[in-house]
Nanobody
């Protein structure tokens, strides 16, 4: 079946940094697009960043200049480096994978086929 497992949960103060990782294994398709999503309590899940098989990245306007998405050469470890964290970044963060191209719908949940269980990020003021 395959799985995605996130790590790197933590609590930091405003302005702090965290790096999340996502390890993928056993997926039955080529991962043409990997993504990070987040969901705050009472809010919809939103796309944060994506990276395709050519390492082309896209990030949401709300995190541009602060978050960086990357993957290792084997395309099995996805990372999200988060700097200058704000309280509004507090959420459960999920990694996701798909055989589809990232394209214009990189931030849509329906684009992705596999999801991790999520890891909590808390930013205090």
């Amino acid at each position: 079946q395959g799985q995605l497992v996130e790590s790197g949960r933590g609590s930091v103060q405003t302005g702090g940094s965290l790096t999340l990782s996502c390890a993928g294994s056993g997926l039955a398709y080529r991962r043409n697009c990997m993504g990070w999503f987040r969901q705050a309590p009472g809010q919809k899940r939103e796309g944060v960043a994506s990276i395709d098989s050519d390492d082309v990245t896209t990030v949401a306007d709300s995190v541009k200049g602060r978050f960086t998405v990357s993957q290792d050469n084997s395309k099995t470890i996805l990372s999200l480096k988060m700097n200058s964290l704000k309280p509004e970044d507090t959420a459960m963060y999920y990694c996701a994978a798909t055989y589809l191209e990232c394209g214009a719908y990189w931030a849509a949940e329906s684009t992705f086929r596999s999801w991790g269980q999520g890891t909590q990020v808390t930013v205090s003021s």
